[in-house]
């Protein structure tokens, strides 16, 4: 599918009006903008995006959101019939556009399938989906209008918050590594006792695992997003409004502050990582990472920040 439907077609003019951000439209304001497209896709009525300022603008009758500032080069393509909206970030200009024009990502309606099974004394709020093969345990709280796809396993205790996405297949609230050998070499395992906390309008993505703490609770703050193939050990502190990227590993008490950016592929080894920090991919992160900063490499270290 090369452009998707707006549900409420209008203007240019009209749809920067609503978003209500800072932009400058060269060309016609009037184009209407009746679908979204990539750029390399995009006809009459289209919008797309360009994140960096494209060489060559020859997609006629459309509407393309390019980076301010405007200048010749880029406002020449108006003349072929395109029409301009200059912003400072093309890329969340346009998701802010498409959650106008399509609204938000469609779920499933709420509803149990047949096959879900879900425990007793679980306290499962309005307005849920459990999708086919879903399991909820004893004891777990599942939050209103929160949506958990098909075979995801929600242990015993787990409370996840309302308008939480669990997606196909992910595990929360399972026994993690949590060893150590006596005198003998004899293998002993910590018993996980905790549980796992995740707060209201987080993601978990995809064959994601995170495990129940021992002493204490694993925790996924608000409006956090877990990428697929994740794994989470038990005890790890995630704050609110992180995006951790996909096939990220976080060791048994790693913790990761609020607004901070993990990369896919990241390595966190049981250490503390600070506030708005940005960890590059496949870093490999073995030491303290303060706020604000930028690390990347293997191991991790500090390259930019504060």
């Known amino acids: 599918m090369s452009a998707l439907r707006a549900l409420a077609p209008m203007t240019a003019a009209e749809l920067v009006a609503a978003l209500g951000q800072p932009a400058r439209i060269v060309g016609d304001p009037a184009r209407r903008i009746e679908s979204l497209a990539p750029l390399e896709a995009v006809g009459p009525g289209a919008l797309a995006f360009a994140k960096l300022r494209p060489a060559d603008l020859r997609a006629s009758g459309a ?3 390019v980076p301010a500032p405007a200048d010749d080069a880029l406002s020449s393509g108006a003349a072929d019939g395109v029409t301009l909206i200059h912003v400072a970030d093309p890329r969340t200009y346009f998701i802010r556009a498409a959650r106008h024009l399509v609204g938000p990502e469609r779920h499933p309606l709420p509803g149990r399938a047949g096959s879900a099974v879900v425990a007793a004394d679980a306290d499962v709020g309005d307005d849920v989906h459990l999708g086919p ?7 777990a709280v599942i939050g209103r209008g929160s949506v958990l796809y098909a075979g995801a396993r929600i242990h015993d205790g787990v409370e996840i918050g309302e308008g939480t996405v669990v997606q196909a297949n992910a595990v929360v609230g399972s026994q993690g ?23 209201a309008r987080s993601r978990i993505g995809a064959n994601t695992t995170i495990v129940r703490g021992t002493l204490r609770d694993t925790v996924i703050g608000a409006d956090t997003s877990i990428g697929n193939n994740v794994n989470i050990g038990h005890n790890v502190v995630v704050g609110a409004r992180c995006f951790v990227g996909a096939g990220v590993v976080l060791a048994g008490s790693s913790s990761v502050g609020d607004d901070s ?3 896919p592929g990241v390595v966190v080894r049981g250490v503390a990582v600070g506030r708005s920090v940005t960890l590059g991919a496949g870093a490999i992160v073995t030491r303290p990472i303060p706020d604000g900063k930028t690390a990347n490499g293997f191991p991790a270290r500090v390259t930019a920040g504060d």
């Open 63 to 65: 509407v393309v959101i």
């Open 133 to 139: 093969a879903v399991v909820v345990g004893a004891g």
């Open 177 to 199: 590594q949590a060893y150590e050998r006596d005198s003998d070499g004899a293998i002993l395992e910590l018993p996980h006792l905790g549980r796992v906390i995740i707060g």
């Open 261 to 263: 950016w993990v990369s």
